[in-house]
């Protein structure tokens, strides 16, 4: 196997894996029930003007399994906080006590959970759509190289692995797929 068909296959490999790595970012975001502090991931607070996220201007814990508790560095960024959770439209209802901000995460209804589901699968489809993305950017760099003299059998072997990689990295996404679903439907 020629090196420039280990680079295009190390390329697709680190471009399927980052494409897995996303799709874990994603599924955080959705959330199953028990509160977590990447719930608030998306919470951008405005910080003496500038945009910053939730987790660099207060510490967010979880006491509970159904209650997240929102400390602020700084007293004064408890209604900009508050704000910035209304505004994110998480879903979200928080409670300013004076000293921090409690939000009760309700639990889901069977309705909830099912679109939780379908918002997961379709996360995941994107993730399988991006890594036959990656596949076919491959497969091309190696036709190009068999153009450019690379002999038939080497490239065919290399667009097998190709192959190969594809239908692991899907079986994973399928896997993480399962997984979701199971703890999205477990109530």
């Excluded at 068909?5 to 994603?26: V, Y």
Aim: glycine letters at 4%.
């Amino acid at each position: 196997m020629t090196e420039e068909l280990e680079l295009i296959i190390a390329s697709a490999k680190e471009s399927m894996d980052n494409t897995i790595a996303h799709l874990e970012k994603s599924l955080l975001n959705i959330r199953a029930g028990k509160a977590s502090p990447q719930m608030l991931g998306s919470v951008f607070v405005d910080y003496y003007g500038s945009q910053t996220p939730l987790s660099q201007v207060a510490n967010v814990s979880t006491p509970d399994a159904r209650t997240l508790s929102i400390t602020p560095w700084e007293k004064n960024m408890l209604q900009p906080i508050e704000k910035a959770i209304m505004i994110a439209n998480l879903g979200l209802n928080p409670m300013n006590n004076g000293d921090n901000i409690i939000i009760n995460v309700p639990a889901l209804t069977e309705e909830r959970r099912k679109d939780l589901a379908k918002q997961a699968k379709s996360e995941c489809e994107d993730a399988k759509i991006g890594i036959r993305n990656a596949r076919k950017e491959a497969n091309n760099d190696i036709k190009k190289e068999e153009k450019n003299g690379t002999s038939e059998d080497i490239c065919k072997g290399a667009e097998e692995r190709i192959q190969k990689l594809t239908d692991n990295f899907v079986k994973k996404i399928e896997d993480i797929l399962s997984a979701k679903e199971v703890e999205i439907m477990t109530v």
